[in-house]
Structure formats: structure tokens, C-alpha cells
């Protein structure tokens, strides 16, 4: 499995901006669709975003469409989350995480959403937003 550490938590105020990174190795990087997950205390783990293997394609829930952008670095083994806007209800515990699968729909390449699909994950990283 591939080894994922995620970065660039901590505590901001109403508005501000955050990204996360999370370095992967261990494995082919291009090899995995990525994802980012979020868990709030007592919450279930949710689906944020995901980007396919090339980059290519993202999706993102409609909690964060629009206000956040999933991005990946295959030369630095890297995804990203930039989130903007951000609100007191965004905070959580965010993990990323990384799929081998992709699903084709209509002949196009989606990365996954479900946890299920997801079969590495790092640590997490605290993310904090003050009202």
C-alpha cells in the first residue's frame, strides 16, 4: 500500500483560506486516484474531493463545491486541497486518501467517492475554523 502523510492543518478564523497537502510513497503515485475525506467529532467520515490518476478529472461534494479545489503534483507524489470561504462547520479532522480503481462512465474516467474504494489512508490533519 502506499504511505500517506497529510500537512498544512491548524486553526483559522471565518473566511480564511487553508491547503492541506498530503505527501504519498511507498508506491507509484500515478497509480492511485486520490481523495480527501473529512470527520468531524461525532460525524461519520464524509467524502470533500477527488481527483483522477492523471489529474484529469475532479469531483467534489456540494458541501465544498465551490469553495474548495483538489489538485495533484505526480512529479512531487503530492495532492492538495485549496479550501476558501472557510466556515466553523468545515471543521474536522481531514484525511486523504488513495484508490486504484476509477470508474468509467460514458467512456470518461472518474476518480471514486465512496470510502469503500479508498484502501490507504494517512493520519489525518486538524483543521480549526474560528467563528
Known amino acids: 500500500q502506499v504511505q500517506l502523510e497529510e500537512s498544512g492543518g491548524g486553526l483559522v478564523q471565518t473566511g480564511a483560506s487553508l491547503r492541506l497537502s498530503c505527501a504519498a510513497s511507498?508506491?507509484?503515485?500515478?497509480?492511485?486516484?486520490m481523495g480527501w475525506f473529512r470527520q468531524a467529532p461525532g460525524k461519520e467520515r464524509e467524502f470533500v474531493a477527488a481527483v483522477t490518476k492523471n489529474g484529469g478529472r475532479t469531483v467534489y461534494a456540494d458541501s465544498m463545491k465551490g469553495r474548495c479545489t483538489i489538485s495533484r503534483d505526480n512529479g512531487k507524489n503530492t495532492v492538495y486541497l485549496q479550501m476558501n470561504s472557510l466556515k466553523p462547520d468545515d471543521t474536522a479532522v481531514y484525511y486523504c486518501?488513495?484508490?486504484?480503481?476509477?470508474?468509467?462512465?460514458?467512456?470518461?474516467?472518474?476518480?471514486?467517492?465512496?470510502?469503500?474504494?479508498?484502501?490507504?489512508w494517512g493520519q489525518g490533519t486538524q483543521v480549526t475554523v474560528s467563528s
Open positions: 486518501a488513495a484508490a486504484v480503481r476509477e470508474y468509467d462512465r460514458g467512456g470518461l474516467l472518474y476518480p471514486p467517492q465512496n470510502m469503500a474504494d479508498f484502501g490507504s
Open positions: 511507498g508506491r507509484t503515485f500515478s497509480n492511485y486516484a
